[in-house]
């Protein structure tokens, strides 16, 4: 059974930056996303990569202020937030490609 | 972007009744390769979404027989043969045929009565 371990979040100014990191054992195999949820709201996707990293995507809301990247020699998945805003506030989920397992979370508050 | 519609909103259920979830695509869902990728999760108070069904009617494993999920096209359900405590949280469906983005449905919020 896949594990995936999340690390990073907290409470960060709006214009600021932050990084989300996940561990992913029998990472190489996976293309991953993060999904996030706003506080009392629902599931919104985020982001994607390939196994390899040579495909990403992103959702308009996130664009061109969020990298994912991956390490595959780390089993490591990452998201690099800039430009938050108050709107960025959620529970981030690191997701496996085909949604069958799950993160436990990690909360990002943007707040000054 | 695909919008995903889902009614009820909120459902409150009788223990060891059935329950009955409906999920609308704004496009068919069907892929070229003839499968669609539709699928339901549930979030219990607390924790993470869990995958129940992938595409369409396949339950994962570990699943309860009592979840089944059918539907085509554009018109998706979720059945809960008879409800049980456990069941209680958010149901979610959420499409990946046409992607970027996937997209998900607004949530189903199921309590017992």
């Known amino acids: 059974e896949v594990q995936l371990v999340q690390s990073g979040g907290g409470l960060i100014q709006p214009g600021g930056s932050l990084r989300l990191s996940c561990v992913v054992s029998g990472f190489t195999n996976y293309e991953m996303n993060w999904v996030r949820q706003a506080p009392g709201k629902g599931l919104e996707w985020v982001s994607y990569?390939?196994?390899?990293?040579?495909?990403?995507y992103y959702a308009d809301s996130v664009k061109g202020r969020f990298t994912i990247s991956r390490d595959n020699a780390k089993n490591s998945l990452y998201l690099q937030m800039n430009s938050l805003r108050a709107e960025d506030t959620a529970i981030y989920y690191c997701v496996t490609g085909t949604h069958d397992s799950w993160g436990q979370g990690t909360l990002v508050t943007v707040s000054s | 972007d695909v919008v995903m519609t889902q009614s009820p909103l909120s459902l409150s259920v009788t223990l060891g009744q059935p329950a009955s979830i409906s999920c609308r695509s704004s496009?068919?869902?069907?892929?070229?390769?003839?499968?669609?990728?539709l699928h339901w999760f549930q979030q219990r108070p607390g924790q993470s979404p869990r995958r129940l069904i992938y595409k369409v009617s396949n339950r994962d494993s570990g699943v309860p027989d009592r979840f089944s999920g059918s539907g085509s096209g554009t018109d998706f359900t979720l059945n809960i043969s008879r409800v049980e405590a456990e069941d209680v949280g958010v149901y979610y469906c959420m499409q990946d045929t046409h992607w970027p983005p996937e997209t998900f449905g607004q949530g189903t919020k199921v309590e017992i009565k």
């Open positions: 496009q068919s869902l069907v892929s070229s390769d003839g499968d669609s990728y």
């Open positions: 990569i390939s196994t390899s990293g040579d495909a990403m």
